[in-house]
Nanobody, 126 residues
Framework: LQVVESGGDLVQPGGSLRLSCAVS????????IGWFRQAPGKGREGVAC????????YYADSVKGRFAVSGDNPENAITLQMNNLIPEDTAVYYC????????????????????WGQGTTVTVSY
């Protein structure tokens, strides 16, 4: 399975960006997909995760109401629409996929994800 992110850019506060996570090698419907980010000097944070097997979705409190995950079935991709961006959203954003994980794990725990992309950089600044 290959995971490739795209769409990172420099954007002003209040602006929007749309990140894409393209998955190849298997059907996206069989996987949970997570968006994670890591800012300089900080740990990895689960931003938005969706389990395509049962429709479960999770958003971090810091992005609720501003970010939205959606599927692009023809492209076998997941998009992350980011609106009303703030400087604190500046980070390298990663997409990751996992097929199965234990029920005791949180959907957005980065430790459960097996396949990772290379990351795409989002910078929110004037």
């Amino acid at each position: 399975l290959q995971v490739v992110e795209s769409g990172g850019d420099l954007v002003q506060p209040g602006g929007s960006l749309r990140l894409s996570c393209a998955v190849s090698g298997s059907n996206l419907d069989d996987y949970a997909i997570g968006w994670f980010r890591q800012a300089p000097g900080k740990g990895r944070e689960g931003v938005a995760c969706v389990n395509n097997r049962d429709g479960t979705t999770y958003y971090a409190d810091s992005v609720k109401g501003r970010f939205a995950v959606s599927g692009d079935n023809p492209e076998n991709a997941i998009t992350l629409q980011m609106n009303n961006l703030i400087p604190e959203d500046t980070a390298v954003y990663y997409c990751a996929a996992v097929k199965t994980f234990g029920s005791s794990w949180h959907l957005c725990a980065w430790q459960i994800y097996d396949f990772w992309g290379q990351g795409t950089t989002v910078t929110v600044s004037y």
